[in-house]
């Protein structure tokens, strides 16, 4: 089964500064990648996917991810982050079958 | 469309006593999920359905946890009987073949 680490659990920036939230997976098939958010007292919504084709993926509010096969990584990253960013962010990954869920990185931004 | 609807929201229960929880996913969406998040993790898919049969249920603690689907479409997650370390957001979802999923609200259980 496949499996997914996210290497950092905490990441305290400010506001307008570049942000870059680790995940690496690992599976012996083809994968999808996706990445949600966890805004504070909210549920778990879909930020950006990768299922096929250009392996740069953005989302409407600025992250964009990119999936590098050879380093089996799928890295979130925004140029400059916004208070209003301050979320748990989850990647996942899915086999076809089923999707896992990384532990989460907490995204702090501070003024 | 309307959303993964769950409940109830929260729930607060004794060590010993039994809870089920309700999950009516989207409509059409032929795969739906059980999904188990302790506090500062991530969540732990616990149960996966494809319409009514069982797809993966690997990480469900069986002796304790049940799940069914009837009819496929709603299902319902039950702990019998609970333990305080089932305290957690208990998250429901489903998809299309090969779609993202869609999260409910969860239901947070208590077990004091």
């Known amino acids: 089964a496949q499996s997914v680490t996210q290497l950092d659990s905490q990441v305290p920036v400010f506001e307008e500064a570049p942000v870059e939230l680790r995940c690496n997976y690992s599976?012996?098939?083809?994968?999808?990648l996706f990445w949600y958010v966890q805004y504070p007292n909210q549920g778990l919504q879909l930020l950006l996917k990768?299922?096929?084709?250009?392996?740069l993926v953005e989302s409407i509010n600025g992250f964009e991810a990119e999936f590098n096969k050879s380093q089996t990584s799928f890295h979130l990253r925004k140029p400059s982050v916004h208070i209003s960013d301050t979320a748990e962010y989850f990647c996942?990954?899915?086999?076809?079958?089923?999707?896992?869920f990384g532990a989460g990185t907490r995204l702090t931004v501070k003024p | 469309e309307a959303g993964v609807a769950q409940s109830p929201r929260y729930k607060i229960i004794e060590k010993r006593q039994s809870v089920a929880f309700w999950c009516n996913p989207i409509?059409?969406?032929?795969?739906l999920y059980w999904y188990q998040q302790i506090l500062g993790q991530g969540p732990k898919l616990l149960i996966q359905?494809?319409?009514?049969?069982?797809?993966?249920d690997s990480q469900l603690p069986k002796d304790r946890f049940s799940a069914e689907r009837l009819k496929g479409v709603d299902s319902t997650l039950k702990i019998q009987p609970a333990k305080l370390e089932d305290s957690a957001v208990y998250l429901c979802?489903?998809?299309?073949?090969?779609?993202?999923?869609?999260f409910g609200n969860g239901t947070r259980l208590t077990v004091t």
């Open positions: 979802a489903s998809s299309l073949q090969n779609s993202p999923l869609h």
């Open positions: 599976s012996s098939v083809s994968v999808y």
């Open positions: 990768y299922l096929s084709g250009s392996t």
């Open positions: 996942a990954v899915s086999d076809n079958n089923d999707m896992r």
């Open positions: 409509s059409g969406h032929a795969t």
């Open positions: 359905f494809q319409n009514n049969g069982v797809v993966d």
